[in-house]
């Protein structure tokens, strides 16, 4: 959790704490840690004075979740991928 720690309070530094980077310093998270540990969205959410539904949580880590073509099954993407 130390490495995560760091890239969260790095990302959050960049951004600041203000509600309006929530999702901004997510997808920067996402982006480093390839996933968003719930413990990693409670200190986020902690940081950021926001409230930590855990429904919401799931969700935004379902959106934020990004898939590379060749993790989808074949014919989902046209074109050259």
Do not use: C, R
């Amino acid at each position: 959790m130390h490495a995560e720690t760091d890239v969260v309070d790095s990302i959050i530094h960049k951004y600041g704490t203000k509600k309006e980077a929530l999702i901004p310093i997510l997808q920067d998270i996402q982006s480093d840690l390839n996933w968003l540990p719930e413990d990693v969205l409670k200190a986020v959410a902690e940081k950021l004075q926001v409230p930590l539904i855990s429904e919401a949580a799931s969700q935004i880590t379902g959106s934020l979740k990004q898939f590379k073509p060749e993790d989808l099954p074949a014919g989902v993407f046209p074109g050259n991928f």
